[in-house]
């Protein structure tokens, strides 16, 4: 009941899913320049915290997530590279957004296989002012513009080292890094504007370059006759709201298994039994928790290796397995292992004892053991017949044998 309360209050505040407490490694002086993005966040629900303080206590978290547009002397001391590894392996979410690349910065980013770059990125012919244009993917998991986004800013590469890292707005074909261009420039997609890193742990971290992106003259930024506004401030609210675990936040709500025909869950089910497994899996979304869509849900039946594999049916938040179970006993795990880019990691696994049929369970008579039994038969059969001949059958006598 109480969680259900607190569940309430939580969605009328706007109060984020991971947690509010919210540290903005930024200087007093430079708090009106982003005034638009922090007033976003309060209105969301964040507790905000300006300036650099220590992330633990007693070796817990203080704060939920950290956010660093700092200037390159605000950021260190207790604020420091192994530290904020610590805070992530911890579960706290953290957003790069500096243009100010100090070596705290980039140690911690070359940590997740990001490398910034020393010099920023320019296109020749892809810009507003002395921003560039960008290339969007647009997938819903992240972020979902109708308009371009500009940069102003570090681009950075990506060694591919890390698979959970994926870059998530990059330069165009014209863009590069640098001035002059040589040999090792990086060019095109591979400047990579901003990318996310999701952990195992489904701690999030965003790797921006660009302090600019995230302030009041980028939010505000027109690009057509008429005032139309650019995509940055759909991009920055949305990819915070990703970083800050408020969308793409998925948990499975309950789960079942039973044989088909029954309702009841088991632990101990038997060879062959036609089987059913349940999940029930909801998404968070701003401020709700509402049924997840997807049609690449994946159910196992594992011992040692998967013995069953099949894609789960899926209805409204509800996805179902129909399967046999093998003909192999032992000690079998149900599970459901999803990762997808973009979304929460859930997983789900129950262990379970598949026995084999028991003494009176067998069928009595067996379709291929036919011609043995008719083998079987025919040698009792012909061993009577041959008995019979042996003891009534008696060889007759001569005459002359008899006289002697």
Known sequence: MLGLVISLVACVLGIPHEGRRTLVVLNQEDAPNYSIFLDQLKTRGHQLTLGSKDLFTYEERVFDHVVVISKAESFGGVLKMGNLVDFVNKGGNVLIATSDLTEAVRDFAFEFSVDFETETVNDPINTLGDRVGSLTINDKAYYQ???PVFFKGYSHKLSHKNELVRPILTGKPTSYAGKPITLKTTVGNNNVFVS????????RV???????????????????????LAGNKDFATDISKWVFGEKSVLKIESYKHHRQGEHQQHGIYRIKDDMVYTLNVKEYSTDRWIPYEAKDMMFEAVMLDPYVRKTMNATKGRFEALFRLPDHYGVFTFKVDYKRPGYSFIQQSDTVQVRPFRHDQYPRFLLVAY?????IFSMMAAFFVFSALVLYNREPVDAQKKKQ
């Not at 890193?197 to 701690?203: E, G």
């Not at 965003?206 to 005032?227: H, I, N, T």
Request: include cysteine; charge should be negative; glycine fraction near 8%.
């Open 206 to 228: 965003v790797f921006c370059g660009s302090s600019d992106l995230f302030s009041d003259a980028s939010l505000k930024l027109a690009f057509k006759e008429g005032g139309v």
């Open 371 to 375: 011609p043995y039994y008719v083998n």
């Open 145 to 147: 513009v109708k308009e």
């Open 196 to 203: 996310a890193f999701q952990a195992l742990n489904n701690a």
